[in-house]
């Protein structure tokens, strides 16, 4: 079975730092692109990074470009986001979610549950 | 940056209606849009990609079509499950912006 499972959510404090990880089973891990997509409360959908399927080119959202990063290790089969400096407005939850192809360019198929980051 | 323009941002309708979503873009993405349903309290689920490729296992129901920089969602009659909020994403350029979503509600 295809799945992603977040963890590594919590409740920080403002300027306080969290890393996020997303397991990966069932599909070759290393062939796809990964992506983070957060969800703040009552709120629409926000692209948050996308990483290449080797790594070598992450992307980032202007809300958080220069205060997360996003990383993979193939060989665990894990998606990271590390996060620091973090805002009130961080606060969401974080939805890990594979790319359809192995680019981005077709959506993400598959999302993982998604894990509660509460910045307060 | 790519903005998305979605409209409505919420509809009511009765089963076996036929629902029509509209998301605009500021620029030309080509066919890099991409549709979501989401459900309360899960996650989202990829519709259509590339503008009107009905992903695996999804109903024939949704469809997708473009002109220029509009591009639509169509529920061609709405069963009881498609009751959600619906995202549309372009993934043209980064940033991959998705639009304010729809809500579809029941009548």
């Known amino acids: 079975e295809v799945q992603l499972v977040e963890s590594g959510g919590g409740l920080v404090q403002p300027g306080g730092s969290l890393r996020l990880s997303c397991a990966a089973s069932g599909f070759s891990f290393w062939s796809y692109a990964m992506t983070w997509v957060r969800q703040a409360p009552g709120a629409g959908l926000e692209w948050v990074s996308t990483?290449?399927?080797?790594?070598?080119?992450?992307f980032f959202a202007d809300s958080v470009k220069g205060r997360f990063t996003i990383s993979r290790d193939n060989s665990k089969n894990t998606l990271y986001l590390q996060m620091s400096s973090l805002r009130a407005e961080d606060t969401a939850i974080y939805f890990c979610?594979?790319?359809?192809?192995?680019?981005?360019?077709?959506?993400?198929?598959?999302w993982g549950q998604g894990t509660t980051v509460n910045v307060s | 940056d790519i903005q998305m323009t979605q409209s409505p941002s919420s509809l009511s309708a009765s089963v076996g209606d036929r629902v029509t979503i509209t998301c605009r873009a500021s620029?030309?993405?080509?066919?890099?849009l991409n549709w979501y349903q989401q459900k309360p309290g899960k996650a989202p689920n990829l519709l259509i990609y590339?503008?009107?490729s009905l992903q695996s296992g999804v109903p024939s129901r949704f469809s997708g079509s473009e002109s220029g920089t509009d591009f639509t969602l169509t529920i061609s009659s709405l069963q009881p499950e498609d009751f959600a909020t619906y995202y549309c994403?372009?993934?043209?350029?980064?940033?991959?912006?998705f639009g304010g979503g729809t809500q579809v509600e029941i009548k």
């Open positions: 994403q372009q993934t043209f350029s980064t940033p991959l912006t």
């Open positions: 990483i290449t399927a080797s790594g070598a080119t992450t």
């Open positions: 620029q030309t993405i080509s066919s890099y």
């Open positions: 590339a503008t009107s």
């Open positions: 979610a594979k790319s359809s192809v192995g680019g981005y360019d077709f959506g993400m198929d598959v």
